[in-house]
């Protein structure tokens, strides 16, 4: 029995060299563990411009493009995670990130804007792993960060207020440029007279009408057109960020301006043609994805937008116009003998001269700006001699710097004759006044509908009647209706 359990054992012992192999495969293994050395390391992070090249520092007002560049080492297979950059603590992320995982070394960069240069100087924390999501040896080389300075523009030319029409009498500042990089919206003036990803000047006229009379766009500066483009659908009253019909020049130095919006068939210049300050291009209009009536002007350096009401003094020849979110005015209005709630982005229907014996309701109306939520509109209807009639007042719902308000006079007890006069208020201050006069027999209104809709006299933008082929028997056709909305007889000869 020792004999047979002695030789039992001498195959174990022939085993000892695959016992001794699976030994040297564990100790080669640890030894790989202690080489492995997980890894993520930003290797810089800097600014480009609108070609992707880097660039020192950029102008003040200019969007800010920041490109981080990162390497990796022996990230595990499945590895994910994100860079984040911020500026001055502003944060902006990545998507989800896999560059590296599962090899040995790797790299990628990745590239976030948002930000404007509103300041001399600002402080850039670039990150990648954000949230150290991957286990490794070394997080202290994860991040980086970089002093930035801002310099003046220099244009060759500074620009002219573009627009042949004067801020808060025809035209009015709508909308500014978005500068807050959060996904939110703020203006230069840390309001809220913009919106979300907006990069231009939307300066706008106040309805229809004033387009079809036609307000005139002008280069804001000496320069080549770049592009010219024309004959888009206009009219539109649908937000977007489409252009439409626009015109983009070339100053130079890699500065352009562009010109979005424009009415239809207006555009006056081609590609390579030599331009003037002053000289208009094209007229203010509602293509492209536009809400209503305006042109907005687009400021860029080396392909990135900048926004000139953050260093005007190096950039524009005009002063800038008071904040349009702060500044109470009434722009236009009006008299009218019916509602003109509906009609007030057309232009409602005006009559200058009522009859004393008419029936008609006084409706009024007005474009204000700088309006805060709780304030009161006022419309005051005033007799010949000065004597009240009536007046209806109007609260404001929310925060805006710019509204259409329709009124309506409860009163008429009766039609003095003479020239009467409708004062428009603001949490009691006269912004404005608007006069009409009473007469015999009175003045015809025609009123023009189409599917109910107004269309308004003199409109520029062509109606579509439809579409026919050559020798098809189906014409299109319209239908306008008319209605006389004034006291005195409405005749067609």
């Known amino acids: 029995m020792k004999f047979s359990t002695f030789r039992s054992r001498k195959p174990a012992s022939k085993r000892q060299p695959a016992s001794r192999r699976r030994r040297r495969a564990l100790f080669e293994s640890l030894e790989s563990r202690q080489l492995l050395a997980v890894d993520l390391q930003v290797t810089d992070a ?45 944060p902006r992320r990545s998507g989800t990130l896999f560059n590296g995982a599962g090899s040995a070394t790797g790299s990628g960069s990745v590239t976030l804007n948002g930000w404007f240069a509103t300041q001399p100087t600002h402080e850039l924390f670039a990150r990648v792993d954000a949230d150290n999501v991957v286990p490794e040896n070394d997080e202290l080389n994860n991040s980086t960060v970089v002093q930035l ?27 500014y440029v978005d500068i807050d990089p959060s996904g939110g919206a703020m203006d230069y003036a840390g309001g809220t007279a913009t919106s979300n990803g907006s990069f231009g000047l939307t300066i706008g006229a106040v309805n229809f009408r004033d387009q079809d009379a036609g307000i005139p766009v002008l280069a804001a500066a000496d320069g080549v057109v770049q592009s010219a483009t024309d004959g888009l659908g206009d009219r539109n009253t649908f937000a977007g960020f489409a252009p439409g019909n626009s015109v983009i020049i070339d100053h130079g130095n890699g500065w352009t301006t562009e010109y979005r919006h424009l009415r239809r068939d207006s555009v006056t210049v081609v590609p390579n043609q030599l331009v003037t300050a002053g000289e208009t291009i094209g007229m203010l209009g509602a293509s492209g994805g ?32 008071s904040y349009s979110g ?26 200058a001269e009522w009859s004393p014996v008419g029936s008609q309701n006084m409706y009024a109306w007005g474009a204000f700006t700088g309006l805060k939520q709780d ?16 007046f209806e007042i109007v609260t404001v719902l929310q ?4 509204l259409r308000q329709a009124f309506q006079n409860p009163a008429m007890t009766q039609r003095d ?69 004034g006291d005195d007889l409405l005749t067609f000869g």
């Not at 030319?157 to 909308?175: E, M, N």
């Not at 005015?329 to 229907?349: H, K, N, Q, R």
């Not at 304030?375 to 004597?387: G, H, I, S």
């Not at 925060?399 to 710019?402: K, L």
Request: glycine share 8%.
């Open 46 to 90: 800097y600014l480009i411009d609108g070609m992707g090249l880097r660039i020192n520092e950029p102008v003040l007002g200019e969007q800010m493009f920041v490109r981080v560049e990162f390497a990796t080492t022996d990230l595990p297979v499945g590895s994910q995670y994100q860079v984040e950059v911020q500026i001055d603590g502003v």
């Open 149 to 175: 300075n801002s310099a003046a523009g220099l244009p060759p030319f500074k620009f002219a207020w573009p627009v042949g029409a004067d801020v808060y009498d025809q035209v009015v500042p709508l909308r």
């Open 290 to 321: 536009s809400s209503g009536p305006n042109v907005e002007f687009v400021v860029r350096h080396l392909g990135r937008v900048v926004d000139p009401l953050i260093d005007p003094s190096s950039l524009l020849l005009f002063p800038v116009p």
């Open 326 to 351: 702060d500044t109470v005015a009434l722009i236009d209005g009006g008299v009218t003998t019916y509602d003109p709630t509906s009609d007030l982005l057309e232009g409602p229907s005006e009559l």
């Open 375 to 390: 304030d009161e509109l006022k419309a005051v209807w005033y007799r010949p001699d000065q004597t009240e009639d009536g």
């Open 399 to 402: 925060d805006t710097n710019f």
């Open 417 to 485: 004759t003479g020239t009467w006069t409708v004062e428009f208020l603001v949490n009691d201050v006269k912004v404005g006044e608007r006069t009409f006069e009473v007469v015999s027999p009175g003045q015809p209104d025609a009123y023009f509908t189409r599917f109910g809709s107004q269309v308004v006299d003199d409109r520029f933008t062509p109606l579509n009647i439809g579409t026919s082929t050559v020798g098809n028997v189906f014409r299109p056709t319209m239908t306008i209706f008319v209605s006389n909305l």
